[in-house]
């Protein structure tokens, strides 16, 4: 089991430029969430998703869309990417219990 | 409104020495309470869990968490720390609306000095 996989691992963007965060999971999970983190404020929930074609949103949506297309894969994406989505950006999965997460991406916007 | 405090940015603590980490949360009915570990540049790991029964709950690397139903408090602690628990540590509650949404508190920086 690889777990919760997500890459990459480090993006430099540029102001408005558009990119997509990959996330997958191998333990047939059907909840799946995106969270952004940040210094002093915690985790905080972006997009998630309770199946295979079903999303919603979550605390911070603006500016990220998801998809869910498989339940495996729960794709993050930034449309016009700004500074202030400069972050470290964690995909998580669960199944009715604890949540398990991803190494993370570090996506810095200059 | 459902949500998690962690009243505490950073805890210091001695090697060897018991620590704890504080945690109170708000949500109505009966809460489902976990304890996260993230060491420098890595993901959340996963510590302890309270759903139900024994108020003192045991976990992974030999924390526990006590749940106190009248403080609305889940507090983590372990005997005595080790420099190797020196790492960031996030209470969270899950959502009573959405069996598996949870909501993270701020997290508190547990720095053990040797």
């Known amino acids: 089991n690889a777990g919760v996989t997500q890459t990459p691992k480090f993006q430099v963007l540029k102001t408005g430029q558009s990119m997509t965060l990959q996330c997958a999971q191998d333990?047939?999970?059907?909840?799946m969430s995106w969270y952004r983190q940040d210094p002093g404020m915690g985790l905080r929930l972006i997009h998630y998703?309770?199946?295979?074609?079903?999303?919603d949103q979550g605390e911070v949506p603006n500016g990220y869309n998801v998809s869910r297309s498989t339940t495996e894969d729960f794709p993050l994406r930034l449309l016009s990417a700004a500074p202030s989505q400069t972050s470290v950006y964690f995909c998580?999965?669960?199944?009715?219990?604890?949540?398990?997460f991803g190494p993370g991406t570090r996506l810095t916007v200059t | 409104a459902q949500s998690v405090a962690q009243p505490e940015d950073q805890v210091n603590v001695a090697e060897g020495n018991p620590l704890t980490v504080k945690c109170t949360y708000s949500?109505?009915?009966?809460?489902?309470l976990f304890w996260y570990v993230q060491y420098p540049n890595r993901g959340l790991q996963f510590l302890l869990k309270?759903?139900?029964?024994?108020?003192l709950v045991k976990g992974s690397y030999g924390f526990e968490a006590e749940f106190n139903k009248s403080q609305t408090s889940f507090h983590l602690k372990k005997p005595s720390a080790l420099v190797s628990d020196s790492a960031l540590y996030f209470c969270?509650?899950?959502?009573?609306?959405?069996?598996?949404?949870?909501?993270f508190g701020t997290g508190t920086r547990l720095q053990v000095f040797p």
């Open positions: 998580a999965s669960s199944n009715g219990g604890e949540q398990y």
């Open positions: 333990m047939n999970h059907e909840y």
């Open positions: 998703s309770v199946g295979a074609g079903i999303t």
């Open positions: 949500v109505s009915g009966n809460p489902y």
């Open positions: 309270y759903i139900t029964g024994d108020n």
């Open positions: 969270a509650v899950r959502d009573m609306r959405n069996t598996d949404k949870l909501i």
